[in-house]
């Protein structure tokens, strides 16, 4: 048996790293930015746009000890037009041996443009389902961080692709196009069976396995999968991995996770993979099924930092929890529905980090959401401006498309506002009509695709919401000013400043915690339409303070609540008579203190009427009882009381 003498340290220095959310979600967000970096510059091909992918058989040779692969890729297409040629995306470094079409060889080109054109030897009409067959092999390039790695753990050899967006053209031809999903695929990696060290090859992809096949020295692992998938997120790893599963009871249609680990690693990942079933759970109770159930969902260490969600196993660089949250949530998000474009990127990774948010509040608990959010408003007010949703500008910047602060923090904190404007019961409902909504599962959905489906699941026009949070830039900061004028009675003044001119105002509930002098306490949400707004609430203790945003649902900073003016000598200069009063009542104040604005509520805090300051008020058109008078002053708001008879 070999001596791992890192084996200690590793799995330490991995359990630190699970353990700090912020650490993984920069580990996360470097990690899929680098995985982009030299690729993203490069658009889908043109020339490949003439036809839709429907299926392909892969089938890969290779040795996880040499950096080379050879195989044959079968592919299935239809002509989107006439067709009497057709192109892949193949970089010019692998070498095509041969192009066959129902046992006849076809002639091709392979050129500097990583294009491999195929002459095909008759017309191929629009709507025509044909195949062909291209063997090829070579040594490929890796771009960036993945593509196709051959390395080593612990002495022992390892390959593992990772070909988000433009990679997979870098070890099999394929069509690189991010909005043509490939129908299903069947993937066969023949590998030695044993490593030098006489340890077995285990080899991982995409789908349900179907067999392994022992042929003299070699094996061949067939994995089935059966959904649309696009060609970045197919996937292969081989190494001495140790191989073992957690059972998902599913409503009793079972499924695995099944878990490919190091060796060195195996009791470490053996304590930290368990949880996924919990988490697994709760993301079916909160939206739906998880998309690939009839197949499995796994794990697959390879050799970095951060995570890769390919369909049905995401590729670990660890197994803290944080991470496989974040990569269970791909699977919805990102991979039944894909985003549409770069500009869109938030509807993966926004949803990634929420449901990592999700994870906590309810396997932690909600101090530790609370906690959660704060450190996402914290990111995101680090800087005044930056909106969500990119510009055209924006997606040739790798760096803005991942940002840590807005497409995942904010995109994140976005979901969660509008969780808390439409209520639990139709936010988590509209996802689910987003997630089963037959034009987008397991295909591609927008930005306007989204809202458009939380609109008519809520009845609400959300267009000033995505506005002010989505398109636009920046956050508010409020001042908030109280008083309570009677027993059963308190007065809050709302007003609010922008960090960014892209937005006016931002409208949005305001929760506040009201403390009494016994230690009552009372969470009241008032629905901040306008700036400087004024709400009476009802309460049935004297308070003694109020807290802003107490779970840190708002993106907001540096918040400021201050005890109202009618607690000073003011209070007592503003007198109204008669009280009661029948058909008027004048108001007597102090010379010094001019009035803005008068406003009268009901005892139900309806605004009753606003108007110009005047010490005469008609009072012969309001119903009996008890009146709200409101005075805005150059001093703060004045609050009186007066009975109608």
Known sequence: MKIRLLFVFYLFSLALFGQDFNETLKSIRTAEATSAMKKMLQKANANTGNYDVKYHRLEFSLDPSVAF??????????????????????SNNMIVSQVTQRGNTLSFTQNTNDELVIALPTIQNTGVLDSLTISYSGNPISSGFGSFEQTQHEGDPVIWTLSEPYGAKGWWPCKQDLNDKIDNIDVYITTPQFNPSNEEYMAVSNGLEQSQKINGSNKTTHFKHGYPIPAYLIAIAVTNYEVYAHTVPNNGNPFDIVNYVYPENLGYAQASTPVTVDIMNLFTNLFEEYPFANEKYGHAQFGWGGGME?????????????????????????????????????????????????????????????????????????????????????????????????????????????RKKLGDANFFQGVKNYLSNPNHAYAYAKTPDFISIMEALSGE???????????????????????????????????????????????????????????????????????????????????????????????????????????TDFQSDFVIHPNPSTNAFYVVKPENVEVNEVRIFNTLGQLLIKTNWSPIINASYFASGMLFVQFHTNAGIINKTVLKN
């Open 310 to 418: 390919h369909t049905t196993v995401s590729f670990m660089g660890n197994f803290s929890r944080n991470l496989i949250a974040h990569e269970l949530a791909h699977q919805w998000f990102g991979n039944k529905i894909t985003c549409g474009s770069w500009k869109d990127i938030w509807l993966n990774e926004g949803f990634a980090t929420y449901l990592s948010g999700l994870t906590i509040e309810h396997l932690d608990g909600n101090n530790a959401f609370a906690t959660w959010k704060q450190e996402r408003n914290a990111s995101i007010t680090s800087a005044t401006n930056g909106a969500v949703y990119l510009t055209d500008a924006d997606t040739t910047n790798v760096n803005r498309i991942f940002s840590s602060r807005l497409t995942y923090n904010k995109g994140a904190m976005v979901l969660h506002m509008l």
């Open 461 to 567: 026009n959300l267009t000033e919401f995505f506005n002010d949070w989505l398109y636009n830039h920046g956050y508010p900061s409020y001042t908030v000013q109280w008083s309570q004028p009677t027993a059963n009675q308190v007065s809050i003044s709302i007003s609010q400043t922008q960090s960014d001119a892209s937005v006016t105002f931002f409208e949005a509930p305001v929760t506040l915690r009201l403390t009494g002098t016994l230690g009552e306490m009372l969470d009241v949400t008032l629905n901040n339409t306008v700036n400087n707004q004024t709400f009476l609430s009802s309460v049935n203790f004297t308070v003694a303070s109020i807290q802003f945003d107490p779970e840190s649902d708002l993106i907001s900073k540096n918040n400021n609540v201050s005890l109202g003016i009618n607690h």
């Open 69 to 90: 692969i050879s195989g044959a890729v079968t592919t299935y297409f239809e002509a989107k037009e006439n067709l009497n040629q057709v192109t892949f995306d193949l």
